[in-house]
Every structure is written in structure tokens, then in C-alpha cells.
């Protein structure tokens, strides 16, 4: 049975920083993308980070990149996004993802865990 538990979240004052971690369980970890997504209230669930092991491609949101950084320890089927210079528009939801196929650019998102809350204060 796949499982994905993501932990980490909390409150914190903008400018501050946040490790989110997801423990994964029940697939082989290197054979398929995981990544991170968000959801903010009133919208729509965007991605934040993806990876894919096969090529070690690994995608930002641009809202992301500079910020927030994706990493992942395969023994440990463990995902991490650490996050940093957080923004009172980061908080959300954040939760991790399995997708299909082992390259996020092809497949689309089959498991999901329970989300974690951020929230950044202004």
C-alpha cells in the first residue's frame, strides 16, 4: 500500500524558514517522480517542486526558485523541501505527491499524502 506522510508545517514570521519532510512508503522510491504541491484557500492546488530520480530533473514553481530547495534521501524514502525567505502568499497546504511514471513531465499524480499547514505571518 503506498503511503505518503508529509510533516514539517507550522507558523512562522515572514522572512523565516520551514523543512518540510514526507516519508514515503510501499513503492520503490528511485522508479518514480515525487514532488511537492500546495494548495492556498480559495485556490487552486499548484506544484511547487517535482523530481524525477531517472534523470534528476528537478522543477520550481517560479513563485519558488531561489527559495525553496528539493531534496530527497532515497534510503530513507524520504522527500524534503526546505524553504526559505517564506512569504505571508507561501502559506497553504502543502502536500507531497507520487506520480505514475518516474518522470514528472509524463505522468500525472496517482497517490497522495495528507497535507501539512504553513502559515507565514506578515
Known amino acids: 500500500e503506498v503511503q505518503l506522510q508529509a510533516s514539517g508545517g507550522g507558523l512562522v514570521q515572514a522572512g523565516g524558514s520551514l523543512r518540510l519532510s514526507c516519508a514515503a512508503s510501499?513503492?520503490?522510491?528511485?522508479?518514480?517522480?515525487i514532488g511537492w504541491f500546495r494548495q492556498a484557500p480559495g485556490k487552486e492546488r499548484e506544484g511547487v517542486s517535482c523530481f524525477t530520480s531517472r534523470d534528476e530533473r528537478i522543477y520550481y514553481t517560479d513563485s519558488a526558485k531561489g527559495r525553496f530547495t528539493f531534496s530527497s534521501d532515497s534510503a530513507k524514502n524520504t522527500l524534503y523541501l526546505q524553504m526559505n525567505s517564506l512569504k505571508s502568499e507561501d502559506t497553504a497546504v502543502y502536500y507531497c505527491?507520487?506520480?505514475?511514471?518516474?518522470?514528472?513531465?509524463?505522468?500525472?499524480?496517482?497517490?497522495w499524502g495528507k497535507g501539512t499547514q504553513v502559515t507565514v505571518s506578515s
Open positions: 505527491a507520487k506520480y505514475a511514471g518516474s518522470r514528472w513531465y509524463r505522468y500525472g499524480m496517482d497517490y
Open positions: 510501499g513503492f520503490t522510491f528511485d522508479d518514480y517522480a
